[in-house]
C-alpha cells in the first residue's frame, strides 16, 4: 500500500501555495513597516523549555506535545508555539544586551497532537510577533494595532477583537479569593475540568466553553473590578492608544489567561464565519515568562495567529487575490538544431530575469502550443526550420493571436522591452 502523510497534517501544492506566499508577504511587508525583524530557532527544544515556558497545567503540555527521546536519551518536543523558544533565544543569545525593546516575529509550523478538523491540524503554522524588554502600554497598543492593520491590509472583515485585563499576581491574588467566594455555594454545578480548576486556577473557569460552567459564572467578579492602581492604569492606556489607532475592540471580562506568568493585557481576534474553531489570533502580556525560563526578569508581549484560518476566512470572504500571471513566453523549438539555438537564448532570458520555460518532452509543434497556453504564457517564442533558416524567431501573442518576426539578433533586447512594457501595465 502507498504511505500517506500523517493525520492532521497537509501538503501545500503549487495552486495553493501562491495564497500562502501572499499571506506570508502581507505580513512581512507590515512588520518591516512596524520595525519588526525576523527571528527563526529550531523546529524541536529540550521539553523542559515548554514545560516551563508554556506551563504544566495547559493542555499543550497535558495532552498535545509531540516529545521524543533522541539517541542519547535526551527528551526533545517539537515546538508546540513559539514564545517559550523566542524567550530562550533571548536570554541565550543575550538579545537584553541589545537596545531594547527587541522586536521579532516570526512564521513557521507548529505540532500538536490534536483531533484534526476544520482549522485545526497536526503540523499548522504560526505568525507571531514578540517584544521584549517594553513593559509601556504602547507596546501592547502597538502590537494589537499591528495585527488590526494586518487584518485591514488582507481585507478581513466581520472581526471581533475582545481585550482584557487579567492583573499582575498582586491582583490576581485579591481576584482569585473574591471568585472562589463566589463560586463556592455552585461548586456542584461545575464540570470535572472546572471542579479541578477551582483549587489550582480557578480564573480558567471563567472561560469555560461548557453552557453549565458559564451559567454558574454569570455575574462573577471580573479581574478588571479588582485591577490595582499600576493595572488599571495601564489597561485604561492601552485602551485609549487602541482608539486613537482605529482599532474596533471590545472589552471581555472573560477573556483570561489562566498562567502565572501572564499579566496586565490579553486579547485575541475572531472571525464567526469559519466555523468552531473561529480564534485567528490570541496574545497579551506575560512579564513573569522570560524569568521563568531563567533568563533576567524582562517584560513581554507578543502574539501568535494561525494561518491555515486567516487563510480560510479570507477564502469564505472571496478576499484571496487573483493567482499571479504564469510564464512570460514559452519556447517552442522544432529539431535538435533549433532546440540547442533555443536554449542558449533561454539561459540568456533567463539570466536577465524573464520566466521563460520550454518544452521538454519533445512534443510536435501543436500539442507545444497547447502546453504554451494551459501554462498561461503570454507568448510563444517559435523556431523551426524556417526560421533558422531565416535567421529570425517567431513571437506568437497567444492572448491576440498575432505574431511577429525579429532577427535573432536583436531578440533578447526585443523580448526584454516587451516584458518590461508588461511588468509596468
Ligand atoms: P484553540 O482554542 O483553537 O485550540 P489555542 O488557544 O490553543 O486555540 P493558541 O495557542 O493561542 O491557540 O495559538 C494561537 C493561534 O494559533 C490560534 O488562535 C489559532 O489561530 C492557531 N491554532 C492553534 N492551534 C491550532 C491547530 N491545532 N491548528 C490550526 N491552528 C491552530
Ligand atoms: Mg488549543
Known amino acids: 500500500m502507498a504511505i500517506q502523510r500523517p493525520k492532521g497534517t497537509q501538503d501545500l501544492l503549487p495552486g495553493t501555495i501562491e495564497t500562502w506566499q501572499y499571506l506570508e508577504e502581507t505580513m512581512r511587508n507590515v512588520c518591516r513597516e512596524y520595525g519588526y525583524e525576523e527571528i527563526r530557532t529550531p523546529i524541536f527544544e529540550a521539553t523542559e523549555l515548554f514545560l516551563r515556558g508554556v506551563g504544566?497545567?495547559?493542555?499543550?503540555?497535558?495532552?498535545?506535545?509531540?516529545?521524543?527521546?533522541?539517541?542519547?536519551?535526551?527528551?526533545?518536543?517539537?515546538?508546540?508555539?513559539?514564545?517559550?523558544?523566542?524567550?530562550?533565544?533571548?536570554?541565550?543569545?543575550?538579545?537584553?544586551?541589545?537596545?531594547?525593546?527587541v522586536k521579532l516575529y516570526y512564521i513557521g509550523p507548529m505540532f500538536r497532537y490534536e483531533r484534526p478538523q476544520s482549522g485545526r491540524f497536526r503540523q499548522f503554522h504560526q505568525f507571531g510577533v514578540e517584544v521584549l524588554g517594553g513593559d509601556q502600554a504602547v507596546v501592547d497598543a502597538e502590537?494589537?494595532?499591528l495585527v488590526w492593520n494586518l487584518y485591514q491590509r488582507l481585507g478581513l472583515t466581520g472581526l471581533e477583537v475582545h481585550v482584557n485585563s487579567v492583573g499582575c499576581p498582586v491582583c490576581r491574588t485579591k481576584h482569585r479569593a473574591l471568585l472562589q467566594e463566589f463560586l463556592s455555594a455552585r461548586r456542584d454545578d461545575l464540570c470535572k475540568d472546572c471542579l479541578d480548576r477551582f483549587e489550582r486556577n480557578p480564573l480558567r473557569i471563567l472561560d469555560c466553553k461548557n453552557p453549565t460552567c458559564q451559567a454558574v459564572t454569570s455575574g462573577a467578579p471580573t479581574t478588571r473590578d479588582t485591577l490595582c492602581e499600576?493595572?488599571?492604569?495601564?489597561?485604561?492606556?492601552?485602551?485609549?492608544?487602541?482608539?486613537?489607532?482605529?482599532?474596533?475592540?471590545?472589552?471581555n471580562p472573560r477573556l483570561v489567561r489562566g498562567l502565572d506568568y501572564y499579566t496586565k493585557t490579553a486579547f485575541e481576534v475572531m472571525v464567526e464565519e469559519i466555523g468552531a474553531q473561529s480564534s485567528i489570533c490570541g496574545g497579551g502580556r506575560y512579564d513573569g515568562l522570560v524569568e521563568e525560563i531563567?533568563?533576567?526578569?524582562?517584560?513581554?508581549?507578543?502574539?501568535?495567529?494561525?494561518?491555515?484560518?486567516?487563510?480560510?476566512?479570507?477564502?469564505v470572504q472571496h478576499k484571496l487575490p487573483e493567482q499571479k500571471p504564469g510564464m512570460f513566453a514559452?519556447?517552442?523549438?522544432?529539431?535538435?538544431?533549433?532546440?540547442?539555438?533555443?536554449?542558449?537564448?533561454?539561459?540568456?532570458?533567463?539570466?536577465?530575469?524573464?520566466?521563460?520555460?520550454m518544452d521538454l518532452l519533445g512534443r510536435s509543434l501543436k500539442a507545444q502550443l497547447k502546453s504554451a497556453d494551459r501554462q498561461g504564457a503570454r507568448y510563444a517564442l517559435i523556431l523551426g526550420e524556417e526560421e533558422m533558416e531565416k535567421k529570425v524567431l517567431l513571437i506568437k501573442d497567444l492572448t491576440l493571436g498575432e505574431q511577429i518576426e525579429v532577427p535573432?539578433?536583436?531578440?533578447?533586447?526585443?523580448?526584454?522591452?516587451?516584458?518590461?512594457?508588461?511588468?509596468?501595465v
Open 294 to 315: 531563567g533568563g533576567p526578569p524582562t517584560p513581554g508581549f507578543g502574539f501568535a495567529m494561525g494561518l491555515e484560518r486567516v487563510l480560510l476566512a479570507l477564502q
Open 230 to 251: 499600576d493595572c488599571s492604569t495601564h489597561f485604561e492606556r492601552v485602551l485609549a492608544l487602541l482608539e486613537v489607532a482605529g482599532v474596533l475592540f471590545r472589552v
Open 143 to 145: 502590537v494589537i494595532s
Open 330 to 357: 514559452m519556447l517552442v523549438a522544432l529539431g535538435e538544431k533549433a532546440q540547442t539555438q533555443g536554449f542558449a537564448l533561454l539561459n540568456d532570458l533567463r539570466t536577465q530575469g524573464l520566466p521563460v520555460s
Open 408 to 424: 535573432l539578433m536583436n531578440v533578447v533586447e526585443e523580448l526584454n522591452k516587451m516584458y518590461q512594457r508588461g511588468v509596468k
Open 56 to 101: 504544566q497545567t495547559t493542555d499543550i503540555v497535558k495532552k498535545e506535545m509531540y516529545t521524543f527521546l533522541d539517541k542519547g536519551d535526551r527528551s526533545m518536543t517539537l515546538r508546540p508555539e513559539m514564545t517559550a523558544s523566542v524567550c530562550r533565544a533571548y536570554v541565550e543569545d543575550k538579545l537584553y544586551g541589545q537596545p531594547q525593546p
